[in-house]
């Protein structure tokens, strides 16, 4: 069975920082690509940052970035998102999914990826 469990989140004050994991299995971890997403209520869900397990090519979006740091652990099938410098427009939940699409390209929207974990929600306050 295909799974992935993301943990992590919590309450976090404005400036602070939480790393989210995301440990996934029953799939061959080295030939996807794992990224992060998030929504907030109405909101469209966004990538916020991938990885290539296979190479460790990354993407961030713009509001993210010098902030979040994504990292995998192959040995451990988990991705890790280092959450920095947190601000209040961060919160949502954040989901962790897997992409086949890795073996061709980056993939950046949220129809590319395959399987998604239950998502972790994520709260900044001021």
């Known amino acids: 069975e295909v799974q992935l469990v993301g943990s992590g989140g919590g309450l976090v004050q404005a400036g602070g920082s939480l790393r989210l994991s995301c440990e996934g299995s029953?799939?061959?971890?080295?030939?996807?690509?794992i990224g992060w997403f998030r929504q907030a209520p109405g909101k469209e869900r966004e990538g916020v940052a991938l990885?290539?397990?296979?190479?460790?090519?990354?993407y961030y979006t713009d509001s993210v970035k010098g902030r979040f740091t994504i990292s995998s652990d192959n040995a451990k099938t988990t991705v890790y998102l280092e959450m920095n410098s947190l601000k209040p427009e961060d919160a949502a939940v954040y989901y962790c999914?897997?992409?086949?699409?890795?073996?061709?390209?980056?993939?950046?929207?949220?129809?590319?990826?395959?399987?998604w974990g239950q998502g972790t929600q994520v709260t900044v306050s001021s």
């Open positions: 029953g799939f061959t971890f080295d030939d996807y690509g």
């Open positions: 990885i290539s397990s296979k190479d460790g090519n990354t």
């Open positions: 999914a897997a992409s086949y699409s890795f073996r061709r390209f980056i993939a950046t929207m949220a129809h590319e990826y395959d399987y």
